[in-house]
């Protein structure tokens, strides 16, 4: 097995039985997708109708996908609240990012109340500079937010991001303490847990081949199918398949390494506590330790599906392992010691505005779906949940999350293909020329900076946002 973290996890708690569907059924919801998105929406609808019939269906086993192979970092969306403000105004953006800041505590409580060991360490977030040019990337978000009287950012001195972050290559740097990380592994699976216990029945290694759009829509595996009232789509990037949302997401690649456990190396330095650390590019530098002392540092390299097929392109190893490490011995050279013991790849759903959104599939009333976390995605699926387990179960006269500003139906598509796949090599090299030269000080030229601005919005807004 390729995944880190779900390795590691079943080692720990032994690999739990698998029920695959091999018949035709019925439920009230069939949900398709056993990510945290999936399961905190099948557990929302079964706290709020118990007798309610869930089943989800999920292609590989719970936490294979994208759930089981972030970097583990639960953080809310304070640093998209540019985006939030422009698509749905003062009130709604700060209603909706405050929300996510309480989604990561309930995490947090979440695993407290079940007994769930996903190593949840409220450290907070750094968001650092690792250039002169990224150094005040967070101004034009931090002045935004003070006019609205909200500072969920603490801007530290050099000296203190560099304690930290346990090196001096971080430049500069502010700080949101309603953050934190997790074993990402350890937290799917106990969600897993959870929902089997609440009634939700879970079909693994059962791919959907097909949905059948009938008023009753049915989802059809290898071996059987499940007939449904409501179906939730909660696929990640697989959910590119449906023409629907091809053009609304682009999937990219995010690859990621795991180091040996030398917890004596990481207390040298002082990079002891959980905090989640990344830098302001595109192509951003993410990562965090573990508590039996590795560090988990993972990078944005940009490798697109074409025509969002995610085949087996995102599975095994990383091919890039090599350019991943070569920015971990940069940030920390002094921790030439800490062999690399693992690597691996997974794919984002990256929209326009770096935000997820929800809707009908097609305007079909019993089909709903959520998409394009553009990787943060495991705090705000809390939200997510909240929101799919609304649609689907049709209280829009009752519930605050129906009809938030993130179900949405004009949400801006990307180029239609050949000219996406084309157009996003073009901006990948010239962001990864601006972001070298910028490394190595020196000013990219006029026509890289133009093509590199063409970017959508990533992790973190940038000073253009």
């Known amino acids: 097995m390729d995944n880190f973290w779900l390795k590691q996890a079943f080692e720990r ?48 086993f719970c936490g294979a996908g994208a759930s089981g192979r972030n970097g583990g970092f639960v953080t809310s969306l304070w640093a998209k609240y540019l985006s939030l403000h422009k698509l749905c105004g003062r009130d709604e953006a700060t209603r909706i990012a405050k929300s996510s800041a309480e989604a990561v505590r309930e995490i947090g409580a979440f695993c407290r109340e079940n007994g769930i060991d996903a190593e949840f360490r409220p450290d907070g977030w750094l968001w650092t500079a690792t250039s002169e040019q990224q150094i005040g990337s967070w101004n034009i978000l931090i002045n935004e937010l003070a006019k609205h009287k909200v500072r969920p950012f603490a801007v530290l001195d050099n000296a203190e991001v560099a304690r930290l972050g346990g090196t001096d290559r971080n430049l500069a740097g502010v700080f949101e303490p309603d953050a934190a990380t997790v074993q990402p592994a350890m937290l799917a699976l106990g969600l897993r847990s959870h929902a089997r216990k609440l009634g939700v029945t879970i079909y693994e290694h059962s791919p959907m081949i097909r949905l059948e759009r009938t008023r009753t829509p049915k989802v059809v595996t290898r071996k059987g199918s499940v007939t449904s009232e409501k179906v939730v789509l909660a696929m990640n990037a697989w959910g590119a398949q449906f023409p629907y949302l091809r053009r609304k997401v682009a999937i990219v690649s995010s690859d990621m390494i795991a180091t040996t456990a030398k917890p004596d190396k990481l207390n040298e330095i002082g990079f002891k506590n959980g905090v989640a650390i990344c830098d302001s590019r595109m192509f951003l530098n993410y990562y965090r ?13 940009g490798h697109f599906a074409f025509a969002g097929q995610v085949a087996d392109h995102y599975e095994g190893p990383s091919p890039r392992a090599a350019e991943v490490e070569e920015s971990f011995r940069t940030l920390y050279p002094m921790l030439n010691g800490m062999d690399i013991e693992s690597s691996w790849t997974g794919p984002i759903d ?94 990219p030229d006029p026509l890289t900076r133009a093509i590199a601005n063409l970017a959508p919005v990533g992790y973190v807004p940038s000073k253009r946002n």
Not at 292 to 298: L, M, T, Y
Not at 390 to 412: I, K, M, N, P, T
């Open 350 to 443: 990256r929209s326009v505005d770096g935000l997820p959104f929800f809707g009908h599939l097609d305007n079909h009333p019993n089909i709903v779906f959520g998409i394009g976390f553009s990787g943060q995605g495991v705090g705000p699926t809390v939200l997510g949940g909240k929101i799919l387990a609304s649609l689907a179960l049709d209280e829009a006269s009752q519930s605050q999350w129906s009809d938030c500003g993130l179900v949405r139906d004009d949400v801006e598509q990307f180029p239609i293909e050949p000219f996406r796949y084309a157009g996003s090599i073009l901006v990948r090299e010239a962001l990864r020329r601006k972001e070298g030269l910028e490394d190595r000080a020196r000013r």
């Open 289 to 301: 330790n573990t508590p039996d002392g590795r560090i988990i540092f993972g990078k944005s390299l």
């Open 13 to 60: 708690l032994g690999k739990p039985e698998v029920r695959s569907l091999s018949t035709d059924i019925t439920a009230d919801v069939t949900i398709v997708g056993g990510g945290y998105l999936g399961l905190w929406t099948a557990i929302r609808m079964k706290e709020r109708s118990p007798s309610l019939k869930v089943a989800v269906v999920e292609r590989d």
